[in-house]
């Protein structure tokens, strides 16, 4: 019931938008279903530190 679950998906669109002070609410749109989160002003700077992190590794590895 709880074990792992495959989650690859194709990601058909994706939302962004403030909800409010400090807030920010994601929608992802995925093989017909919808995924929404909120995440803290803290939360989406870790989020873009990781996704900028994975960036430059990312070409860096297919570089070589």
Known sequence: MFGPKKLAA??????????GP?????VLSAN????????TAAEARW?????EHWAASSETIAAH
């Open 10 to 19: 194709t990601l058909d669109g994706l939302e962004i938008g403030a909800t």
């Open 22 to 26: 400090g807030t920010i609410h994601f």
């Open 32 to 39: 017909g279903h919808l995924v929404t989160t909120k995440l």
């Open 47 to 51: 989020l873009a530190s990781a996704l």
